[in-house]
């Protein structure tokens, strides 16, 4: 039997690089979790959501199946600006705790086995901070948490999201990452 794994997933393009991963160990019925209250402004959280909605169904059919799709909506401008306003150089570690807190809960509470985020295909984040952030919440929880190193995938997942018509975000996700890739300065 396998485990039921909830997938915490950024965007489309980390899904797609993150699944020949958990596909190929074959030991998981995968399920994704939308929980993105650091993407900002509103039209950035809102096209990389329906750009996972609309890769979600038009996969539905196809030998590349994506999972079921859980969407927590929630854009959370005004609460993620109050909670990094004072540190600036430490907002992704809010950012990823807030985003897996919420997902090994929801794992918890709604009979999964296991969780892991499509974060891990970036190699532009800090892959060490989120496996503590997700061991920590697996702890609290009473829940397993799988890190996969989806990294080998990154650039496939762009290609294959470039080559399908599907939106790509330009920055990491937050306001001040967006200000970040037009501005040299950094927090």
């Not at 570690?93 to 807190?101: A, F, N």
Request: net charge positive; with cysteine.
């Amino acid at each position: 039997m396998k485990n039921k794994l909830l997938l915490h997933t950024c965007c489309a393009p980390c899904l797609i690089g993150s699944m020949p991963v958990i596909e190929k160990s074959g030991d998981f019925e995968t399920s994704c979790f939308w929980f993105n209250p650091n993407i900002h402004p509103y039209t950035e959280y809102k096209s990389r959501l329906d750009a996972l909605i609309f890769y979600a169904s038009a996969c539905k059919d196809t030998a590349r199946r994506v999972p079921a799709l859980i969407v927590k909506d929630y854009y959370g401008l005004v609460e993620f600006t109050k909670n990094v306003i004072d540190n600036l150089k430490e907002r992704c570690g809010y950012c990823y705790d807030v985003r897996i807190k919420e997902t090994a809960k929801y794992a918890k509470e709604n009979g999964f086995d296991i969780f892991s985020t499509t974060l891990f295909v970036s190699p532009y984040q800090n892959h060490e901070k989120i496996k503590e952030i997700c061991e920590k919440y697996a702890g609290e929880f009473g829940i397993e948490f799988y890190y996969g190193d989806f990294r080998v995938n990154f650039r496939e997942g762009q290609k294959s999201a470039r080559e399908n018509n599907i939106y790509m975000q330009k920055y990491c996700g937050c306001i001040f990452s967006e200000q970040e890739r037009f501005l040299t300065k950094s927090y």
